[in-house]
Nanobody
Framework: QVQLVESGGGLVQAGGSLTLSCTASGSIFSSNVMGWLRQAPGKQRELVAQ???????NYATSVKGRFTISRDTAKNTVSLQMNSLKPEDTAVYYCRLAQTTYDYWGRGTQVTVSS
């Protein structure tokens, strides 16, 4: 089993910044993908950014140039630096770890961007 704990959400004004962090513990394989997805009220959960254990990154078009994902593989942590935040970034952000055929999820952290 894998446990994921997120931190760093909150309320910020448009144009501001936040950093989300996620720490994984448990049975973690050397090859995996960690990332962040978000879900706004009334919308489907969508991928924000992800990074493989080899450092390959993937971003949603809507966040490219504003968000940066990074990870510390030795510590099993992944972070999401969010800059130039917009009201449409408001959502619950979930950390995900994918390895073999399993996906593990954190409980989510709320990010609210006021206009």
């Amino acid at each position: 089993q894998v446990q994921l704990v997120e931190s760093g959400g909150g309320l910020v004004q448009a144009g501001g910044s936040l950093t989300l962090s996620c720490t994984a513990s448990g049975s973690i394989f050397s090859s995996n993908v960690m990332g962040w997805l978000r879900q706004a009220p009334g919308k489907q959960r969508e991928l924000v950014a992800q990074i493989s254990s080899g450092g390959v990154t993937n971003y949603a078009t809507s966040v490219k140039g504003r968000f940066t994902i990074s990870r510390d593989t030795a510590k099993n942590t992944v972070s999401l630096q969010m800059n130039s935040l917009k009201p449409e970034d408001t959502a619950v952000y979930y950390c995900r770890l994918a390895q073999t055929t399993y996906d593990y999820w954190g409980r989510g952290t709320q990010v609210t961007v006021s206009s």
